[in-house]
């Protein structure tokens, strides 16, 4: 596609289920990284991917988020028993290269209620 | 703590006025951008600055990386209600490649 893509946009879910978010990259894009947003905040780094492996998960906040991406395309970002904290815009962004400008997707709002 | 320190946080300013937003660490990168983020949306990047020194001009809005490539500014000349949004500045450091920084970001109103 022409950028990246998230979905769902917004998902809204109780406290203690479990929710997954997509990232389709822009094609070709070797690079894939997650990032969380809170209220208008700076965003706090996650995960990054290069092709399907993730040489650093450093930003994961607890065991309770977990990402893979196959095929050196699609990423998902899976949070379980979520919490009212993990309130906020999840953003994924794709590069041609490790290091090189970013470009984001929309985002994904996720609310915990 | 945050690697790169952004100011102001907030700027309110009328139509037609200049502005300077700063983007300050004592970390060296090895890349700096700029984004626009509007609300709903994921941030828009402006540019990519990788030189000490380094200016680059889009439009009204002009970049530039600091010579110790610690820091970098943007100047918006004449400002539009359209110019509204958070700045966010990000970078890459020499030392690790897997990752943007990101300050925490300027919130810019330009009433009309």
């Known amino acids: 596609g022409a950028g990246v893509s998230q979905s769902p946009s917004n998902k809204v879910t109780e406290k203690g289920k479990d929710v997954e978010l997509r990232c389709d990259p822009i094609?070709?894009?070797?690079?894939l990284y997650w990032y969380r947003q809170s209220l208008g905040q700076g965003l706090e780094f996650l995960i990054y991917?290069?092709?399907?492996?993730?040489?650093?998960k450093s930003g994961l906040p607890s065991d309770r988020f977990s990402a893979e991406r196959t095929g050196g395309s699609v990423s998902t970002l899976t949070i379980q028993r979520t919490q009212q904290e993990d309130s906020a815009v999840y953003l994924c962004a794709s590069s041609l290269a490790q290091g090189v400008e970013a470009f984001f997707g929309q985002g994904t709002r996720l609310t915990v209620v | 703590t945050q690697l790169l320190e952004q100011s102001p946080q907030f700027l309110s300013i009328q139509e037609g006025e200049n502005l300077t937003v700063y983007c300050n660490s004592s970390?060296?990168?090895?890349?700096l951008q700029w984004y626009r983020q509007e609300p709903g949306e994921g941030p828009v990047l402006l540019v990519t600055?990788?030189?000490?020194?380094e200016v680059k001009k889009l439009k009204r809005l002009t970049f530039q990386f600091g010579d110790a490539r610690k820091d970098s500014s943007l100047h918006i000349t004449a400002a539009q209600p359209g110019d509204t949004g958070l700045y966010l500045c990000a970078g890459i450091t020499g030392d690790n490649f897997n990752k943007f920084y990101f300050g925490s970001g300027t919130k810019l109103n330009v009433k009309p």
């Open positions: 600055v990788v030189t000490g020194g």
């Open positions: 991917f290069q092709g399907n492996s993730a040489p650093d």
């Open positions: 094609s070709g894009h070797t690079a």
């Open positions: 970390s060296v990168f090895s890349s």
